[in-house]
């Protein structure tokens, strides 16, 4: 069977901080079938700047990615009601995790043995990278964690401190059984 993650950005909702500060964050859901996540279903809720945060983490820890994809730009005009701007930064922060996260979770190498070629995946582990997707820590606490300086390890962080419900529309649930099917 072959691994497959499909990843969403969506339910778009405006957090206030104060009566002057509000800020957009988003539900960003996976389903895989993958060995490198610890859970296979998952919601968890960001922000664009937490995306700015992972971008940066990910360029610092993977030195050797030659290209990193670019986050939707920050627009200091950016408004909250508007929904065709929600939707084309909800686009972009999906595109950056499907293109930078999700594809390359996955490396086939290709160990001979014998006569044959078997197909082995090779994991991508970046710590940074699982916690923001798989829990509800800020990014002080996704940092401790990564860097050993917390109580718990990532994977006790995501299974305590990641969303316990998943919220995917049965047509996305179907269209991910249908694709399992087909491997």
């Known amino acids: 069977m072959q691994e497959f993650t499909g990843v969403w950005v969506r339910d778009p909702r405006i957090q206030k901080e104060d009566f002057w500060h509000a800020y957009m964050d988003y539900e960003i859901c996976i389903h895989t079938n993958s060995l490198a996540f610890t859970k296979k279903c ?30 939707p730009p920050k627009n200091p005009f950016f ?38 070629v078997v197909h082995s995946p090779v994991l991508m582990s970046d710590s940074c990278l699982h916690l923001f997707l798989q829990s509800q820590l800020s990014v002080k606490q996704m940092e401790a964690c990564a860097e050993g300086r917390s109580r718990y390890t990532v994977s006790e962080a995501i299974h305590s401190f990641g969303s316990g419900n998943k919220r995917f529309d049965s047509q996305s649930e179907e269209n991910m059984e249908d694709e399992e099917d087909m491997h």
């Open 42 to 71: 998952s919601c968890v809720r960001r922000r664009y700047s937490e995306f700015v945060w992972l971008r940066k983490k990910l360029k610092e820890n993977a030195m050797l990615i030659t290209h990193l994809p670019k986050l």
């Open 79 to 116: 408004s909250l009601n508007n929904a065709r701007e929600i939707g084309a930064r909800m686009q972009g922060l999906r595109k950056f995790l499907e293109v930078y996260c999700i594809s390359r979770l996955m490396v086939i190498s290709y160990m001979l043995t014998s006569s044959s």
